[in-house]
């Protein structure tokens, strides 16, 4: 024990404490980490900031709690302890250059279309903004643009005097898709090479601004489309989207698969559809199957960040461009986009530590 028997506290005596105290997900304490700040002591008060990786970490309570444990079990004669939890957003360190002030760049793909991945990418991004981070949606499926709908958005952004688009904005979130810029059903037929010229476009020529996260929809499959804009667009790391029926995850796989190849690292496997539940009697059913993404993700070691109902509320409120996770925020549904959106962030965490120490 430290600073007990009328002997005065010392900061050092709080940071040998909380040496003691690991961040659950990065698997190192949180001295080590960097993240102890501004220890300050007032007699028997003592207080300090603990700055963690990203404000949608989903430990945050137990980080705090396991702070408060630890200090007063080192220094049992603190009349007071005051834990103040911020978090700052650490960067990849991707060659970004063409959005310098962008953070993390991070895709939700699929390996085949209809399995719900853009829905996914919407309520996660929103989400992430409701902590306080600063995110922005960038709709990479050129040929199939479904973030106007989802967001019932149909103006045209508008344009900077040195040639830059500006973000659509609603919810908190900035957007941006070729949806903006077609007239209604206007469909868009073009070649790989031109997809990708539009993907460069708008990493290069949107005013994004200061970002912690964009989250880009990928369109699905993994074709040339997909492998280029893996190429072209600088990717912090890729979330899989997958229903839960056998089809649906082979080809989950081969995204997967693809992903490696490309050296974009995997931060997991998000299960949606993954079951119903009866409005009338709360009976669940497992339509498609169920636990299969689960499955695939431990057998090949990626981790499995959640999974989402299928619910018709879910498709209501992308029909009319109110997303579950920012209009209904206290439903069991943005529950699981909230606790999907905390483990994706706390997956891109762990990578950056990784490369770290």
Not at 107 to 114: D, L, R, T, W
């Amino acid at each position: 024990m430290f600073g007990f028997g009328g002997n005065k506290i010392k900061e050092s005596d709080i940071i040998n404490a909380l040496k003691t105290v690991e961040d659950p997900d990065l698997k190192k304490d949180l001295v080590t980490l960097k993240m102890v700040k501004d220890v300050k002591i007032d007699g028997k008060k003592i207080s300090f900031t603990v700055e963690l990786t990203t404000p949608a970490c989903p430990l945050k309570e137990k980080i705090k709690a396991d702070c408060e444990k630890a200090v007063r079990e080192a220094i049992p004669d603190a009349e007071e302890i005051n834990v103040n939890m911020t978090a700052m957003v650490t960067s990849f360190g991707i060659d970004n250059k063409l959005m310098s002030q962008v953070k993390n760049v991070i895709a939700i793909a699929s390996g085949k279309g209809g399995v719900g991945k853009s829905t996914v990418s919407a309520n996660i991004a929103l989400a992430l903004a409701a902590t306080g981070a600063k995110v922005g949606l960038m709709d990479a499926d050129i040929y199939g643009p479904t973030i106007p709908a989802l967001f019932n958005l149909k103006e045209q952004p508008q344009v900077t005097d040195n040639k830059k688009m500006i973000p659509l904005e609603k919810y908190g979130l900035k957007l941006m898709s070729i949806g903006f810029l077609l007239k209604d059903n206007e469909p868009v037929i073009w070649r790989g090479p031109m997809v990708g010229g539009v993907i460069q476009q708008f990493l290069r020529d949107v005013e994004w601004g200061e970002l912690d996260y964009l989250i880009v929809d990928l369109p699905p499959g993994t074709g040339d489309a997909q492998l280029t804009l893996s190429q072209v667009i600088p990717l912090s790391g890729v979330a899989i989207v997958s229903t839960p029926e056998d089809v649906a995850l082979n080809i989950a796989t081969k995204a997967l698969s693809m992903f490696k190849h490309l050296k974009v690292p995997i931060l997991g496997i998000i299960e949606n559809m993954s079951y119903f539940v009866a409005p009338d009697t709360g009976n669940i059913y497992h339509i498609f199957g169920h636990g299969g993404a689960k499955k695939i993700s431990d057998e090949i070691g990626v981790k499995f960040l959640g999974e989402i109902p299928l619910d018709m509320s879910i498709r209501i409120g992308g029909d009319e461009g109110k997303p579950m996770t920012f209009c209904e925020p206290d439903s069991e549904q943005a529950k699981r986009f909230r606790e999907i959106a905390g483990n994706l962030a706390a997956s891109l965490s762990s990578e950056i530590f990784q490369e770290a120490f």
